[in-house]
C-alpha cells in the first residue's frame, strides 16, 4: 500500500504536466527544463551542421582547385596580386595550392614554387603591402614588369 501513494502522487504530476504544460508555482519546472535543452541541443545542431557544412564547401573548393594546372593558378594568383583587395592569408592558400599542382603535375618549376611558399611563410611579419612586393617581384607578371621599365624611363 505504501507503494502506491508514491505512484498516485506521481501519476496525478504527470497528468497535471500534460494538462497544464506550464508549471504551477512552487513546483520543480522539469518540464519547462526538458524542453530548454531540447531547444538548445536543436541549436546546437543546426550550429554544428553549418560548420560541415562550411568544411564542406571548403574542401570541395580545394578539390577543385587542384585540377586545375599550374598555368591557371598562377594567373589567378597573379590576379589577386593586383587586387586592391589583397590579403596575405589567401595569397598563402594560393601559393599552397600552386605548390601542390606543380607537384603532382611534375611541373619544371615545382621546386621553384616551393621555395617561394617556404620563402612567403617567412615573411608573414610583413605590413600587407611589403608582402605583396615580395611576391610579386617573385611570381608577379613579366609583361607588366616590362612595361613598367619602359615607363620609368
Not at 586545375?68 to 601559393?95: G, N, W
Not at 611558399?117 to 609583361?143: C, I, P, V
Amino acid at each position: 500500500m505504501a507503494e502506491q501513494v508514491p505512484q498516485a502522487v506521481a501519476g496525478r504530476a504527470i497528468a497535471q504536466v500534460v494538462q497544464n504544460p506550464q508549471p504551477a508555482q512552487g513546483e520543480p519546472a522539469v518540464a519547462q527544463q526538458a524542453q530548454d535543452q531540447l531547444m538548445a541541443q536543436q541549436a546546437q545542431n543546426q550550429e554544428e551542421e553549418g560548420d560541415l557544412a562550411r568544411v564542406l564547401e571548403r574542401l570541395k573548393k580545394l578539390e577543385d582547385s587542384q585540377k586545375k594546372s599550374v598555368e591557371s593558378v598562377l594567373e589567378d594568383l597573379q590576379h589577386l596580386i593586383r587586387s586592391p583587395l589583397f590579403q596575405m592569408d589567401q595569397a598563402i592558400d594560393y601559393l599552397v595550392n600552386l605548390k601542390i599542382v606543380a607537384k603532382e603535375t611534375k611541373h619544371a618549376k615545382a621546386g621553384f614554387y616551393s621555395a617561394v611558399l617556404t620563402a612567403m611563410q617567412n615573411k608573414m611579419w610583413a605590413s600587407n603591402m611589403q608582402f605583396k612586393r615580395y611576391l610579386e617581384a617573385l611570381l608577379g607578371d613579366k609583361e607588366d614588369e616590362v612595361v613598367l621599365k619602359r615607363i620609368a624611363r
